[in-house]
Every structure is written in C-alpha cells, then in structure tokens.
C-alpha cells in the first residue's frame, strides 16, 4: 500500500507563502500523475494543481494560478506545491495524490486517484 506523506502546513497571514511537501515510499516514483487537492469545512474537494512526471505538464485549477506552483523532485520522489500571495479562501486542508494513468495527468483524471495522503492544514488569515 502506498501512502502519501505531506508536510509543510502552518498559519500565515494573507499575503504570505507556503510550501508542502509530499514524499513517499520508494513506490512513489511508479506513478506518473501526481496532485494536490484542498477541501475546507462545508465544501467539496477541489483540485489545485497536478504534474505529469513524464514530461513536466502542469494543470493549475483557475483560482491558484499565477501564485501557486507544483514541482517535482525525482531523486526525493517528492512533489511539492509553492503557495504565494495566499488568500484567506485558500484555508483548507490540502492532500496529496499519486497514481498512473495512461492519459494526460489533468485534474480531473488525478481525481481518480487510488492513493491519497492523510492531509495537512493551511490556514491564512487576514
């Protein structure tokens, strides 16, 4: 079984930055489709950005872009997401995916996924 592991969340006041961090076992670095989704009380689960590893293509949900930015670190088998000029909407928890597929590695495909970390909070205030 493989279990996404996040870290980086915190507090921080609007206008501030933050980097999560998601690594896992050794297996991470068999899937090509990696993500982070955000869901805060109340609300569905949306996704925020995902990356293809094959290539590097990266999909960014409209409310993120131009702030937020995925990367990835194949030595690590770590997938980070680079939060800038946060706002207090962006509060939520956020979760880290993995999986394969055969397609493109867009938002809506990575919400399939099979494995999801546990979570990690950010909250940005005002």
């Known amino acids: 079984q493989v279990t996404p592991v996040e870290s980086g969340g915190g507090s921080v006041q609007a206008g501030g930055s933050l980097r999560l961090s998601c690594g896992a076992s050794?297996?991470?670095?068999?899937?090509?489709?990696l993500g982070w989704f955000r869901q805060s009380p109340g609300k569905e689960r949306e996704g925020v950005a995902t990356i293809d590893t094959r290539g590097g293509s990266t999909y960014y949900a409209e409310s993120v872009k131009g702030r937020f930015t995925i990367s990835q670190e194949n030595a690590k088998n770590t997938v980070y997401l680079q939060m800038n000029s946060l706002k207090p909407e962006d509060t939520a928890t956020y979760y880290c995916?993995?999986?394969?597929?055969?397609?493109?590695?867009?938002?809506?495909?990575?919400?399939?996924?099979?494995?999801w970390g546990q979570g990690t909070q950010v909250t940005v205030s005002s």
């Open positions: 050794r297996y991470m670095s068999n899937f090509n489709c």
């Open positions: 995916t993995a999986d394969f597929f055969r397609g493109s590695c867009t938002i809506a495909t990575v919400t399939r996924s099979r494995y």
